[in-house]
């Protein structure tokens, strides 16, 4: 129970990595806000519970839970989110910035022509997204002089896979990575720790229903994983254990890959 009477707050946690979050943190001690944009996301792609919501599933772990359904991305809806989390469990610990994602994709990834609408989006619910709920805990924590932030960032933000592709969704992770390494300078001396990860191939249910897990998608990515097999949200959710612990201690500003070693190349 290494963070037994410790309160974290994971966004996009209704469902693959964000809820996978969730569940190792509760394992761990934490009382959960569970923040979503739907808080039904699982049933999108037939993920299943092992209650009838994700703060269900955190209560059954003998846990405190909150479910709050926010749109990261809009700044009111975040604050509001933070004081909520304020008011009912008194203190927040822990901030796992994970929602966001390559979503609803245009036929047009082009770094020199892809249109504004689509990239702003994708840049609002990944980076402006996290920036936010980071300014709005950032005062809690402050004040408590202690705090761990974990932002979710992405092997798209650490290279540019030779092409233009795929541009905003890269761009807005790289942004992650980058205000990681700012905020910690900012907020080290408040004892407030804030590192990211940079998640490779992962068997996210929302992965496996669009085909990352059938045999001539996985084998072509498994070429390039040394270690031979695609990521599980656990792998992740273990990395981000060692970010809100002790174990972390002295580490801040810093992003680690979880990708199997697909990094090196």
């Given amino acids: 129970m290494k963070l037994a009477n410790k309160v974290a707050l994971v966004t996009g946690g209704a469902r693959g990595l964000g809820r996978a979050y969730v569940l190792h943190l509760a394992q761990l001690g934490a009382d959960v806000v569970v923040n979503d944009v739907d808080l ?53 610990d822990i901030l ?72 905003a969704y890269k761009v807005a992770k790289a942004g992650v990575i980058q205000y990681t390494r700012v905020l910690a300078a900012e907020l080290g001396p408040y004892n407030i ?11 996210s249910s929302r992965a496996v229903a669009q085909g990352r897990n059938r045999p001539p998608i996985r084998d072509h990515l498994l070429q390039d994983i040394p270690l031979g097999r695609l990521g599980m949200p656990e792998d992740c959710a273990k990395v981000v254990e060692f970010l809100v612990t002790d174990l972390s201690d002295y580490v801040t500003g810093q992003c680690i890959p979880v990708c199997g070693g697909y990094v090196a190349f």
């Fill in 40 to 92: 039904d996301a699982a049933r999108a792609y037939d993920e299943p519970l092992t209650a009838a919501t994700v703060d269900g599933e955190v209560e059954a772990l003998g846990r405190r839970a909150l479910a709050i359904e926010a749109d990261v991305s809009d700044k009111a809806a975040v604050d509001a989110m933070l004081q909520q989390t304020i008011d009912e469990f008194g203190r927040l």
């Fill in 96 to 167: 796992v910035n994970n929602a966001g994602g390559m979503l609803y994709p245009p036929p047009n990834h082009s770094a020199a022509t892809a249109p504004p609408d689509h990239y702003r989006y994708i840049l609002d619910i990944n980076l402006t997204g996290a920036i936010y709920c980071c300014q709005a805990a950032a005062p809690h924590m402050q004040a408590a002089r202690s705090g761990k932030i974990v932002n979710v960032a992405s092997q798209a933000g650490l290279w540019s896979g030779r092409d233009g592709g795929g541009m």
């Fill in 193 to 203: 720790h804030v590192n990211c990860i940079a998640p490779g191939f992962m068997l």
